[in-house]
């Protein structure tokens, strides 16, 4: 109680003699130097704290050597040398563990603090260089080097006061907790030393740029750096500056718009008008009212739009949900199209739009068929049209629609790793968006469109889950009469829609999925089927688009046969029509120029129009040869041949195979050699030749992998003619030019 009287006591004193207290500490003289220009003193150790000569400024006296040393200098009314620790922490500092320079102090009264400390008011007096520790405890006792700061500048030391002078000017004029004052009394300061002091003390520096200024003897160098400070200091003041300006004008636009909003809707209630967000909802709503919507749509829909009617019109939320119902109102819940049953018209327009796809046609024909009888069925078919690139799948697919009078709508999924690019994303992630399903549907505009969905083979899995596990809902008609999408979240009835997915492999098809649909297979086309549809439509669609209509040009059907052996590889007629493009391109050119040019392509013309042969078939041997087999494989371009090479070397009953063939191929020649070792017999083999030869199989064009066990008869074949000597019988007496080998799709693989 007694202490808490006393700090009351020193408190009043302190607010009453603080001018008294400040001459008090002027009253105190410097310490006299020797003729060496050093003094020996009392050093008051500082915390985290810098004092700069001629300066001002409270302390806190805290620890007792500390209170000791100040008690002595006042004792003997003499100043201190106040001292910067190196670290703050350390409570018991020695010699090592202070700044080289330091700051003759005036102390002033001490004042007794309610938590034990003291408190004092100090003034820098000189800037001294500690040369000598001469005790330690109980006080620490130094003697000091007192650096002389010139009292005049030079012209160099005029310079730097000047661009010193200007900066702080401007600090003075963004920073508002210096006062204007501190500006006019560093422009009456002559002395660069003291000038660079007090414009130091002025800023809200940090505590390791006073300190570093401190440590400067040097006044013309104190001031390069203080000018570096000042420049850092005015470009953070500005930018600060600037930003509070433009958020000031951002409130003060905000306000103004608020105000004329306000004006401009009693305005408008005056003429009996209404507000523009007022006038807004009133269409929302009535386009809910007229959208023909489900019962559970439409009532989500005005809970939305009175959530809308009750926000202010600025509330970010605003658009959020004006989007959400423009969606739920845009989508087709209800809107069908008729269907065209007409069996007859359906099957004129497939066979108009593509040749052959016999298998494909009779199942559109047959549903159609169906259809017809019972026009009430609602089950839609689900098929997947599987084979490889350019059969006409996709194009198949829009013809469908035509047929049946329907709406064509599609999607590609290759390389769709992202669920929500199927679901969509939820209503609580910026931006969001319904799914691809939803988006396309709005897109068709009906209920019942024809919807294709190309390259469903090629959907990924990642850390975004699995999209092709998300269309299970989509093709599964006991499921997709209630599709739920993440964003709508309402379900959607996709029961109407007919979808038609393409695939160029089912190898790649989930499992679950692929049960879902009724896989169509496309074969590639023979070369009699490439004929007949580069003449139906690839020649005359390029003779139309390269604007040569009018010239009546011919292609000769051995031109079309040698375009298609040896510059197109493929099952289908993408390439084939590319390779038509460039011959119609050139005769374009040609007649563009004036030149002569052919109306009838032959078959000599085609190399001079379209460079050497690009495609080199291969073909069976002509003549019987000692072991080499003609086998038939399966590419993705259609049926090929291969033959197989087997050598017999002297060795030790080894078997070498090369030509990158895969595992299951290499237990079949495992298997055929074991075959004809049972059979050494029959075939007139000793059994101890296997023992001392080595069997050599190579299958040609080893960079391409080849699989399957199918090729075991035709390396069996191979190896035996090799041991026996006995050639193996290959097809003879027909022209070899026309070998079903050259057809990329041959009859054997189509039956």
């Known amino acids: 109680m007694n202490h ?132 330690v405890k109980p006080y620490i006792k130094v003697r000091a080097r007192v650096i002389n700061e010139p009292q005049t500048a030079d012209r160099q030391a005029q310079a730097l006061m000047r661009s010193a002078l200007s900066l702080f000017e401007r600090c003075v004029q963004l920073d508002r907790s210096i006062p204007e004052e501190a500006h006019l009394f560093a422009l009456n300061i002559a002395e660069p030393g003291w000038l660079s002091d007090m414009v130091a003390t002025s800023l809200s520096l940090t505590y390791e740029a006073k300190l570093r200024l401190l440590l400067i003897l040097d006044p013309k160098a104190r001031l390069g750096q203080l000018n570096n400070i000042l420049a850092q200091e005015v470009d953070v003041l500005e930018l600060e500056d600037e930003i509070h300006s433009r958020v000031q004008s951002e409130v003060d636009k905000s306000q103004r718009e608020f105000y004329l909003r306000e004006q401009m809707k009693q305005i408008q209630n005056e003429l009996g008008e209404g507000d523009i967000f007022t006038r807004d909802a009133s269409d929302l709503k009535k386009k809910v009212d007229a959208a023909n919507l489900p019962e559970e749509a439409k009532k989500v829909a005005l809970k939305e739009l009175e959530r809308l009617n009750q926000m202010p019109p600025m509330a970010p939320e605003v658009g959020i949900i004006r989007t959400y119902i423009d969606w739920i109102v845009d989508l087709p819940w209800n809107n069908s199209t008729p269907d065209n049953l007409d069996v007859k018209n359906a099957a004129k327009i497939l066979e108009r739009d593509h040749y052959g796809l016999k298998k494909a046609k009779e199942r559109i024909l047959e549903y159609i068929a169906v259809r017809s009888l019972k026009p009430k069925k609602e089950r839609q078919p689900i098929l997947c049209f599987v084979g490889p690139p350019g059969v006409g799948k996709t194009s198949l697919g829009r013809s469908i629609a035509d047929a049946l009078g329907r709406k064509f709508a599609r999607v590609s999924l290759g390389g769709v790793r992202d669920e929500a690019e199927i679901r969509g994303h939820r209503r609580t992630y910026i931006g969001a968006l319904p799914g691809r399903i939803i988006q396309t549907m709005k897109r068709a505009g009906t209920a019942n469109p024809l919807f294709m969905l190309d390259e469903i083979d090629k959907l990924y899995s990642d850390f975004r889950g699995d999209p092709a596990s998300a269309m299970l809902e989509v093709l599964d008609p006991e499921q997709n009469y209630a599709f739920s999408d993440h964003y709508l979240e309402l379900p959607f009835d996709l029961s109407k829609v007919m979808f038609v997915t393409t695939a160029n492999s089912l190898a790649n098809i989930p499992a679950p ?99 050497p042969q690009q ?124 070998h079903p080998a050259r057809a990329r799709a041959p009859y054997w693989w189509r039956t």
């Open 513 to 611: 999925l692929l049960d879902r649909m009724e896989v169509i297979e496309f074969p590639g086309y023979i070369e009699e089927e490439k004929i007949e549809i580069a003449n139906r439509y690839l020649i005359p669609r390029q003779i139309e688009e390269n604007g040569i209509e009018s010239l009546e040009i011919v292609f000769e059907p051995a031109a079309l046969k040698r375009i298609i052996r040896e510059y197109t590889y493929e099952a289908g007629v993408r390439n084939l029509e590319r390779e038509l493009g460039r011959v119609c391109r050139k005769i374009a050119r040609l007649k563009a120029e004036g030149k002569k040019y052919p109306a009838s392509i032959a078959a000599e013309m085609i190399e001079k129009m379209l460079g």
């Open 4 to 135: 808490q009287s006393d700090w009351n006591e020193e408190e009043d004193n302190f607010d009453l003699t603080l001018s008294q207290r400040t001459e008090e500490l002027y009253r105190i003289p410097n310490m006299e130097p020797n003729a060496d220009g050093l003094i020996e003193a009392v050093v008051l150790p500082l915390r985290d704290m810098v004092i700069f000569p001629r300066m001002v400024s409270p302390i806190f006296v805290g620890r007792e050597a500390s209170l000791l040393a100040v008690q002595e200098a006042q004792r003997k009314e003499q100043t201190v040398i106040g001292l910067t620790q190196k670290d703050p922490e350390l409570n018991d500092p020695g010699a090592d563990d202070f700044m080289p320079v330091g700051v003759e102090m005036a102390v002033g009264r001490l004042l007794h603090m309610p938590d034990g400390s003291y408190s004092a008011l100090v003034q820098g007096r000189k800037r001294v260089e500690i040369v000598e520790f001469l005790s």
């Open 615 to 738: 495609v080199f078939p291969s073909e069976a041997e002509l003549t019987d040869e000692v072991g080499v087999a003609t086998s038939l494989a399966w590419t993705e371009t259609g049926g090929e041949i291969m033959s197989v090479e087997v050598a017999i070397l002297e060795g030790k009953g080894g078997m070498q195979m090369t030509g990158q063939m895969g595992e299951v191929m290499q237990e079949s020649a495992q298997a055929a050699l074991t075959y004809i070792k049972s059979r050494a017999g029959a075939l007139k083999l000793e059994l101890d030749i296997f023992e001392r030869l080595d069997i050599h199989i190579h299958m040609p064009e080893g960079g391409i992998p080849k699989y399957g066990p199918s090729a075991g008869i035709t390396m069996a074949t191979a190896i035996i003619s090799a041991l026996t000597g006995r050639p193996v019988s290959t097809s003879r007496g027909h022209d070899r030019r026309d």
